[in-house]
Each structure stands twice: as structure tokens, then as C-alpha cells.
T-cell receptor, first 112, second 111 residues
Framework: KAGVTQTPRYLIKTRGQQVTLSCSPISGHRSVSWYQQTPGQGLQFLFEYFSETQRNKGNFPGRFSGRQFSNSRSEMNVSTLELGDSALYLC???????????FGPGTRLLVL | QKEVEQDPGPLSVPEGAIVSLNCTYSNSAFQYFMWYRQYSRKGPELLMYTYSSGNKEDGRFTAQVDKSSKYISLFIRDSQPSDSATYLCAVGDNYGQNFVFGPGTRLSVLP
């Protein structure tokens, strides 16, 4: 089975711009979660989608949003980028029972 | 108190040593316990996963869970330089909707 894929792998943006990141989960998995990872804060949960519905949400501002499509692929959008949004954004996929999660390689975002 | 606590290290050991990595968690609602390995600039890779107290072994890796103490451990036997990475513990609730990660322990295995 192919693993979780994320595109793009690297991204450079400037403050005020917006960005869209994409994640394709493992085939058959319907849950997609997004995390932000920074050296200072570690892995922080953004949100989780299951069958196109947001099922759980972390403590991030409304500039961070996401959606999931009928084929389980997910996108995450960050509007009005700030310098502090520079991070590794990780997507994780899980099956219906979601006993554990499998991560993609991440998208490294640099905001200048 | 953070939900999951983990010593960030760094931890340096000589090749061949037994490594012990530990986490504590605060909420007894967590029923699933995972260890991930993350190499620099890569996504976390699932190493071990268990949902019961006791030991689970996979090759050189042993995961240990003590639900009564809310304590989880990962032991690495015969450590290799290729084990040098950050190790993240994670706990999940019974509904599969809430996962919390520890901050990670950075391990260096010196040849």
C-alpha cells in the first residue's frame, strides 16, 4: 500500500500571503489529521476530518482551515501568513477505528 | 500539567547500549499508546503501537505500558547509530479522535 503523500514538500511564502497544502491518505483510510510541528512547540494538533466532516479541532486561529474531499484527500489552507507560521505541517491518516495514525513526510513552510 | 510529558534529552549512548525512553500521561481516558521515530526533516514513522498494559516486543524494540501509573516506556536493545533520531510517544483516546504527542526525546547513538 502506498503511504501518505503530501504536496508540496517545500514552500516559501511572504507575510500576508495564503497557502494551500494537500494530503492524500493511505488507500482505504477515511480520517485525515493535520499537525503543525515546530522546534519550540513540538507536534500540535490542528484538525481532523472524517468522511468530509471536521470531527475534531485544535486550538488554532481561524486563519487555519481545512477540508476533505469525497476521495478522502484533504487540503489545509492558511490565510494571512505570519512569520510564526513557519513550520513543518504534517498530515496523518487513519482508518475508521483510528487506533493509530500514519504520517506523511510533511510540507516544510517558510514564511519570510 | 501537560497531558503528555517526555524528557526532551538529548540522550547520547554508545553503540550497543540499551536505551530506555519514557513518557507519562495525565488522563486515564487514553487507551492507545504509540511510539514514533522521526529522523531529521522527515515525518514521524510509527514504531510500536499497543492498547494494553504490559510489554510488546518487535525485534530490538520493546514497548511497555503501565496504565495504573500512566507511564509508558520504549526500550531499544543493541542500539545502532541508525537509531539516532527523535522518539515521540503518543496517546490516543477510546474514540480515535484525540491523539496527544509528547515533545520527543532526541537520541544519539555514537559509533
Amino acid at each position: 500500500k502506498a503511504g501518505v503523500t503530501q504536496t508540496p514538500r517545500y514552500l516559501i511564502k511572504t507575510r500576508g500571503q495564503q497557502v494551500t497544502l494537500s494530503c492524500s491518505p493511505i488507500s482505504g483510510h477515511r480520517s485525515v489529521s493535520w499537525y503543525q510541528q515546530t522546534p519550540g512547540q513540538g507536534l500540535q494538533f490542528l484538525f481532523e476530518y472524517f468522511s468530509e466532516t471536521q470531527r475534531n479541532k485544535g486550538n488554532f486561529p481561524g486563519r487555519f482551515s481545512g477540508r476533505q474531499f469525497s476521495n478522502s484527500r484533504s487540503e489545509m489552507n492558511v490565510s494571512t501568513l505570519e512569520l510564526g507560521d513557519s513550520a513543518l505541517y504534517l498530515c496523518a491518516s487513519g482508518d475508521r477505528v483510528q487506533e493509530t495514525q500514519y504520517f506523511g513526510p510533511g510540507t516544510r513552510l517558510l514564511v519570510l | 500539567q501537560k497531558e503528555v510529558e517526555q524528557d526532551p534529552g538529548p540522550l547520547s549512548v554508545p553503540e550497543g547500549a540499551i536505551v530506555s525512553l519514557n513518557c507519562t500521561y495525565s488522563n486515564s481516558a487514553f487507551q492507545y499508546f504509540m511510539w514514533y521515530r522521526q529522523y531529521s526533516r522527515k515525518g514521524p514513522e510509527l514504531l510500536m503501537y499497543t492498547y494494553s498494559s504490559g510489554n510488546k516486543e518487535d525485534g530490538r524494540f520493546t514497548a511497555q505500558v503501565d496504565k495504573s501509573s500512566k507511564y509508558i516506556s520504549l526500550f531499544i536493545r543493541d542500539s545502532q547509530p541508525s537509531d539516532s533520531a527523535t522518539y515521540l510517544c503518543a496517546v490516543g483516546d477510546n474514540y480515535g479522535q484525540n491523539f496527544v504527542f509528547g515533545p520527543g526525546t532526541r537520541l544519539s547513538v555514537l559509533p
